[in-house]
Structures are given as structure tokens and as C-alpha cells.
């Protein structure tokens, strides 16, 4: 007859030392603090991309070049930053170009409106070419823009809506005295209104760009 079998207590698990706890917990707070640091990464990461989109759709939907020229002629001719801005936006959206009433560059000067100021101001040597120049575009465009505001007692409405129309319209809306109620043509009362707006979103948004 065969022996009985002897049977064999399961094996306890021995507690754990006070060392391997305390190397849980280092670990613990290791994996806590590499979280954290992610995390922040993460945050950090999404407000600079967050940062460069919102620039970039400044930059598209209201854009901003030759700030340096602005910022000389509006000092040189007194004429605000911001409005001389606002009038590129409205006229090129900064962008050469000519129209197909023949009108060129940044601030859409007419050959004849630009030849006119360079006799008025002692040039000698412009020709047409010379409006696809920032320089002498913005100069010669600040330039009318600075006579329609003498001319119409500083009023910025009077002076746009010539700017844009004609001084003949503007006499025949009112003067100095019009109102944005006076301009006959839709195209006109549209045009001066967007200048007006985006004189003041120059002046919010690239206000040190431009000098103020």
C-alpha cells in the first residue's frame, strides 16, 4: 500500500519591504510629474499654433505692409497712420496693381493726378513707371490725401469721398459740411464707410507698427 501523499501549504506572498514601497511611490510621482510636463507641452504647443493661425488670419484678413513709408509720410504730411492704411486696404488690399480706369499702384494714383502733385512739388523727373514704387506711390498718395483735408476742413468723410469720386461730387454732396448721409453714390457712401472702419482696426491692431 502506497504512502499517503504529504500536502503542501500554499505559499505566502511576502509583504512588501518599506524599500519597494518607497520606490512605488518615487515612481508614482515620477509618472505624475512627466504627465504634468506633457501636458503643459501640449498646452504651450497649441497656444503658440493657436497664436500663429490667429497672425495668419490677421495677416489675410487685414493686412499690413511698407509700414516704414507709412509711418515717415504720415509724420512728414500729417496725416493720420491709420487712415493712410486704411485707404491702401481700400484701394489695393497692399497689393500693386492698376485699374481699368488706368489708376496704379498701392494707393491707385491716376498719371494725371501724379503729375499734377509732382509740379505742385517741384519734381522733375517722375514718369508712370515710378507709381509701382511704395515710395513714391505712398508719398504721392498721402500727398492728395493730405490736400483733400485741407481742402475739406479736415473732414475725413469729404476727403474719402473725393478721394474716391472726384472732388467735383464731393463739392455737389456737401463739402466740408457732408455727412455719410449726403453721398449719392452707394459705391461712394461703401467705400468711405470700409476706410473709416479699417482706420480704426489699423490703429487697434498694428498701432505700434505704425507708430502711435
Known amino acids: 500500500m502506497a504512502a499517503p501523499r504529504t500536502q503542501r501549504r500554499p505559499a505566502r506572498s511576502r509583504p512588501a519591504s518599506r524599500s519597494d514601497a518607497r520606490r512605488r511611490r518615487i515612481l508614482l510621482r515620477r509618472t505624475i510629474a512627466l504627465g504634468a510636463a506633457l501636458l503643459a507641452g ?88 515710378d507709381l509701382s514704387d511704395p515710395q513714391i506711390n505712398i508719398s504721392y498718395g498721402t500727398y492728395h490725401l493730405r490736400d ?26 456737401g463739402g466740408s459740411e457732408m455727412t455719410l448721409d449726403d453721398i449719392g453714390f452707394p459705391e461712394t457712401r461703401a467705400y468711405v464707410e470700409d476706410v473709416l472702419e479699417k482706420q480704426q482696426a489699423y490703429r487697434r491692431k498694428y498701432g505700434r507698427e505704425l507708430g502711435y
Open 148 to 173: 483733400l483735408l485741407a481742402l475739406y476742413s479736415n473732414n475725413q468723410i469729404a476727403a474719402l469721398a473725393a478721394y474716391n469720386a472726384g472732388p467735383g461730387m464731393a463739392d455737389r454732396w
Open 42 to 129: 501640449v498646452a504651450v504647443a497649441l497656444l503658440l499654433f493657436r497664436g500663429s493661425v490667429d497672425k495668419v488670419i490677421e495677416e489675410l484678413t487685414l493686412p499690413l505692409r511698407h509700414e516704414d513709408i507709412i509711418r515717415q509720410q504720415a509724420e512728414e504730411k500729417g496725416v493720420d497712420a491709420s487712415l493712410i492704411a486704411a485707404v491702401i486696404y481700400a484701394e489695393s488690399r497692399f497689393s500693386d496693381q492698376t485699374s481699368s480706369a488706368g489708376a496704379r499702384g498701392l494707393m491707385q494714383i491716376t498719371p494725371a493726378t501724379a503729375k499734377d502733385i509732382e509740379r505742385r512739388s517741384g519734381g522733375t523727373t517722375f514718369t508712370v513707371r
